[in-house]
C-alpha cells in the first residue's frame, strides 16, 4: 500500500517561492515502474498538472508549460521523497496541491495514489 | 493541450438508479500500437484527493465496486454507476494520460433525486 504524505506552509507572501514536500511510504522515488506527480485544485482553474519526476536510468522531469518557467520538482533518494517549488509566487497560485504517484505499466495506469493535499495561499 | 469536456456538469439519480457521465476529449487519447485509451475515471468527496476508479478508459481499480464500469474509444467515453448509492454522492473527473500535459475534465457532480 502506498502512501504519500504532504508537508509544507500554508501561507505564502507574493514574490516568494512555494515550496511543498511529498514524502513516500510503500514504494522508492527511484522506481522504474512510477511517477511522481504535482496538480492542483482551485475553483477558478480547475484540476491542473503541474508536473512530475520519475527515473529511467536517469532522472526525468516534464513540466507544465504554463509553469515551467517557474517550478522545479525535485526527487530526494535520501529521504525517499520528492518536492515542489514555485517560485515568484502570485495570488492566482492559491490552489489546494496534489502529489499523486503514477503507475507506468501496460496492466496499470493511471494516477492511483494521493496526497492528503495542502491549501496553499499566496497573500501579503 | 488536450481538451477534456465532461455532461452534465450535474445531474441528480434516484437511489438504485444508473447515472451515466460523459467524458469527450479534443482528439483522440487511443494509441494504435497497442490498442489501449489513455483514459481514467476519478472520484472526490469533499475535503478528499482524487481516487481513481477506472483506468485504460474500462478497467477497473482493485478495490472499486463493479456497479462502476468505463465504456469508449477514441473521443468518447462513458462513466456508469449501475446503482446508485449514497456513498457514491461525489464529484467524478475524466482524465487523459496520452500526452502531457496530462489533462482534466471540469467536473460532474452527482447528487441523490
Known amino acids: 500500500q502506498v502512501q504519500l504524505h504532504q508537508s509544507g506552509p500554508g501561507l505564502v507572501k507574493p514574490s516568494q517561492t512555494l515550496s511543498l514536500t511529498c514524502a513516500i511510504s510503500?514504494?522508492?522515488?527511484?522506481?522504474?515502474?512510477?511517477?511522481w506527480n504535482w496538480i492542483r485544485q482551485s475553483p477558478s482553474r480547475g484540476l491542473e498538472w503541474l508536473g512530475r519526476t520519475y527515473y529511467r536510468s536517469k532522472w526525468i522531469n516534464d513540466y507544465a508549460l504554463s509553469v515551467k518557467s517557474r517550478i522545479n520538482i525535485n526527487p530526494d533518494t535520501f529521504r525517499n521523497q520528492f518536492s515542489l517549488e514555485v517560485n515568484s509566487a502570485t495570488p492566482e497560485d492559491t490552489a489546494v496541491y496534489y502529489c499523486a504517484r503514477e503507475e507506468q505499466q501496460l496492466t496499470h495506469a493511471g494516477l492511483d495514489s494521493w496526497g492528503q493535499g495542502t491549501l496553499v495561499t499566496v497573500s501579503s | 493541450d488536450i481538451v477534456m469536456t465532461q455532461s452534465p456538469d450535474s445531474l441528480a439519480v434516484s437511489l438504485g438508479e444508473r447515472a451515466t457521465i460523459n467524458c469527450k476529449s479534443s482528439q483522440s487519447v487511443l494509441y494504435s500500437s497497442n490498442n489501449k485509451n489513455y483514459l481514467a475515471w476519478y472520484q472526490q468527496k469533499p475535503g478528499q484527493p482524487l481516487k481513481l476508479l477506472i483506468y485504460w478508459a474500462s478497467a477497473r481499480e482493485s478495490g472499486v465496486p463493479d456497479r462502476f464500469s468505463g465504456s469508449g474509444s477514441g473521443t468518447d467515453f462513458t462513466l456508469t454507476i449501475s446503482s446508485l448509492r449514497p456513498e457514491d454522492v461525489a464529484l467524478y473527473y475524466c482524465?487523459?494520460?496520452?500526452?502531457?500535459?496530462?489533462?482534466f475534465g471540469q467536473g460532474t457532480k452527482v447528487e441523490v433525486k
Open positions: 510503500g514504494d522508492s522515488v527511484s522506481s522504474n515502474r512510477a511517477a
Open positions: 482524465e487523459q494520460y496520452y500526452r502531457i500535459p496530462w489533462t
